[in-house]
């Protein structure tokens, strides 16, 4: 059974930064891609950002594109979300995820959850 595990989120003013990462459990972490979804009250979840199982292939939302940065330590299995210049339109229930094999901006394609971290930017 793979377990992720969230951390990092917290409040910060506007402009600010914040570095989420996701601990995985098991060995399925390293032969699989990790991606970042985001979920604000009232709004369905949204795709941010997603890394392939090597590192060589990422994408971003464009709303994220250029502030945000994900990468990952398939040694620590250990994914991160490197958050700058936060707005707040940024605030929502941050989720990591895993699916084998390539990338997908789809939620619906990722197997693996975790329980999620918030993330609250005040103005």
């Known amino acids: 059974q793979v377990q992720l595990v969230e951390s990092g989120g917290g409040m910060v003013q506007a402009g600010g930064s914040l570095r989420l990462s996701c601990a995985a459990s098991?060995?399925?972490?390293?032969?699989?891609?990790m991606a970042w979804f985001r979920q604000a009250p009232g709004k369905e979840r949204s795709f941010v950002a997603t890394?392939?199982?090597?590192?060589?292939?990422?994408y971003y939302a464009d709303s994220v594109k250029g502030r945000f940065t994900i990468s990952r330590d398939n040694a620590k299995n250990t994914g991160y979300l490197q958050m700058n210049s936060l707005k707040p339109e940024d605030t929502a229930e941050y989720y990591c995820?895993?699916?084998?094999?390539?990338?997908?901006?789809?939620?619906?394609?990722?197997?693996?959850w975790g329980q999620g971290t918030q993330v609250t930017v005040s103005s």
């Open positions: 995820a895993l699916r084998p094999l390539t990338t997908s901006r789809a939620s619906s394609d990722y197997q693996y």
């Open positions: 890394i392939n199982i090597s590192g060589t292939t990422i």
């Open positions: 098991g060995r399925t972490f390293e032969v699989s891609t």
